[in-house]
């Protein structure tokens, strides 16, 4: 079992900043690929950024390429998501995914950004 807290959401203003954090307890956090996801109300859930488990190899969706940056630290135990430029149409509760022969998801944070 893999345990993930999502943290650091909240309200921010168009063209502003957030980093996201996600706290993984259990099994080797080494192992994991990570990735973030996001869903909106009414929306399905959306891929947003993944990174591989020994974090040189980042993946993005289109919509935060250039705005978004994953990163992890395996001695913490901890995958980040910084983004940067943040849209209205960001707004959206905010997943950890954690990904190897087995799948997890933390509960989420959710993030707003207003206009």
């Known amino acids: 079992q893999v345990q993930l807290v999502e943290s650091g959401g909240g309200l921010v203003q168009a063209g502003g900043s957030l980093r996201l954090s996600c706290a993984a307890s259990?099994?080797?956090?080494?192992?994991?690929?990570m990735g973030w996801y996001r869903q909106a109300p009414g929306k399905e859930r959306e891929f947003v950024a993944r990174i591989w488990r020994s974090g040189g190899i980042t993946s993005y969706a289109d919509s935060v390429k250039g705005r978004f940056t994953i990163s992890r630290d395996n001695a913490k135990n901890t995958v980040y998501l910084q983004m940067n430029s943040l849209r209205p149409e960001d707004t959206a509760r905010y997943y950890c995914?954690?990904?190897?022969?087995?799948?997890?998801w933390g509960q989420g944070t959710q993030v707003t950004v207003s206009s």
């Open positions: 995914n954690a990904r190897a022969n087995d799948m997890y």
């Open positions: 259990g099994r080797t956090f080494s192992s994991y690929d």
